[in-house]
């Protein structure tokens, strides 16, 4: 590579080809990659040079010379300064083509296979108000309380009244929150000086827009407990369940692991197709309920479950896939590393009246390997594990058990590719992939892969 003679504060034109991870535009100049905010491909503009590094400068835009065709104006008021959406200001159209050549991308850079089918992205018929659960961080801002949402790479706050991504009774428990804790003269959290008392709000709704509001605290204790629940309730009366959430530690880890209920429910209830779900505090349940449902039946259609045939469901959550499959199995196996999580999952088989499914509380990377060395095996695999990935435990087992299939879902491209390489190389075909927008706006894509057992005994 040639050097890069540039230097900080050097002003240059180029085009924008790309949008990165991050959401950043990507320019080349003379074989240079240059990363700018508040860009997409297509358009042309001046940049100033603000950080040169070995590899890569960042840069910001100093004029727009020509709008790129896949440029719009974003429906958000507060989309410059907020960094919860990354490419709205991008046609839907086009996000969608974006995410699919994410996944193309790692995929094959990973995988030298033409014959693996990558298919069009699923996106929303109407890509907003569709997340079923929006974190707010809580900080003082110029002597005044605001919640609302991060700057990009950044922990300054962009003080929210509306999030169009959020259903709407999320609004009015942000502001109304908001108006108590200046009335009331209760402090947000400092993160610098460890001082004050609220962290975060944090709010579930379901499809009945029924809500859970969760106070993160940094004590044991909330003021004027009876006038906030009765003035949350006033103005949010489908509020189901308020929750106190201690988190006493100096960490950017959310939820601590001590609740105490503040009104009505210990969790809310939500539906995936015909089956209920209890979700606790500290549970994971898909954030997009409309796409969750598209996402499952594609993966029960890549399974092909008949009652003759065992699963394992490996990072199951509260059970919500393998339930779903549990339903056509023979039986299914569940593992979860949260004890709250497998309580619910648990709960959840009861109440939708399912027997034939186990659920086990441990690290995946223990559990999975024991089960398998005590002859307890499956026919097909599930994985849906977090960013990062399977561990590789995981994946050698699963190559050790030899199920016919495996149904991989992942929200990350670049580790789903490093781990379906670690497949084929054990004995796996990759089939067919399917990017879908669960997170519309956003620069992240879920994928729903199947891989077949290759015969090589």
């Known amino acids: 590579m040639q050097e890069f003679s540039f ?5 240059l034109e180029t085009e924008i080809v790309d949008i990165n991870h991050r959401g950043q535009g990507v320019a080349k100049v003379h074989g240079f990659v240059v990363f700018v905010d508040d860009v997409i491909m297509g358009d042309i503009v001046k940049l100033k040079i603000k950080e040169v590094k070995k590899r890569y400068a960042v840069a910001a835009m100093v004029e727009l010379l020509k709008k790129s065709p896949y440029r719009v104006e974003p429906d958000c008021k507060y ?3 907020c960094g919860g959406c990354q490419i709205m200001h991008m ?3 086009k996000q969608l083509e974006y995410k699919k050549q994410r996944v193309m991308t790692d995929i094959k850079r990973s995988l030298a296979d033409d014959s693996i089918i990558i298919n069009d992205t699923i996106g929303m018929q109407d890509p907003y108000r569709y997340r079923n659960k929006g974190t707010f961080p809580v900080v003082s801002h110029k002597g005044k309380t605001a919640i609302g ?11 929210l009244e509306a999030c169009i991504i959020q259903q709407p009774i999320a609004d009015v428990i942000i502001n109304t929150f908001r108006t108590l804790m200046e009335a009331l003269g209760i402090e947000p959290y400092d993160e610098i000086r460890h001082t004050g008392l609220v962290k975060h709000l944090i709010v579930r709704t379901n499809k009945n827009d029924e809500a859970m509001l969760i106070i ?3 004590k044991n204790k909330l003021p004027y407990k ?3 629940v009765s003035e949350l309730l006033k103005k949010a009366p489908t509020i189901k369940s308020i929750i106190l959430n201690i988190n006493e530690d100096q960490t950017n880890v959310i939820l601590g692991f001590k609740n105490k209920k503040l009104y009505g429910e210990t969790g809310l209830s939500d539906w995936i197709f015909d089956l209920e779900f209890s979700i606790s505090p500290n549970s994971f349940f898909q954030v997009n309920p409309i796409q969750t449902e598209v996402l ?7 399974a092909q479950i008949d009652d003759t045939l065992n699963v394992f469901d490996i990072y199951c959550g509260i059970g919500t896939i393998s339930l779903a499959m549990a339903k056509k199995a023979k039986h299914v196996y569940g593992i979860e590393i949260v004890q709250e999580a497998i309580e619910d999952a648990n709960k959840n088989a009861r109440k939708n009246k399912i027997e034939n499914v186990d659920f086990y509380c441990g690290k995946a990377e223990e559990i999975f390997p024991k089960l398998h060395n005590q002859g307890v095996g499956a026919d097909v695999v599930i994985v849906d594990p977090p960013r990062n990935g399977c561990e590789r435990s995981v994946l050698d087992t699963i190559i050790k058990m030899k199920p016919v299939r495996v149904v991989y879902v992942s929200c990350n491209p670049a580790t789903l590719a490093r781990d379906l390489k670690i497949l084929v190389d054990g004995g796996y075909k990759v089939v067919e992939v399917e990017p879908l927008d669960m997170f519309p706006h956003s620069v992240h ?3 729903c892969s199947l891989l077949m057992r290759q015969n090589r005994d």
């Open 296 to 302: 499952y039946n594609q993966a029960i259609e890549y």
């Open 226 to 228: 009876g006038e906030i």
């Open 216 to 218: 993160v605290t940094s």
């Open 149 to 159: 949402a991060y700057k990009l790479t950044s922990h300054d706050i962009v003080d």
């Open 7 to 11: 230097k900080k504060n050097d002003i």
């Open 91 to 93: 046609d839907y159209q």
């Open 445 to 447: 894509v879920e994928t």
């Open 79 to 81: 989309f410059w300064a």
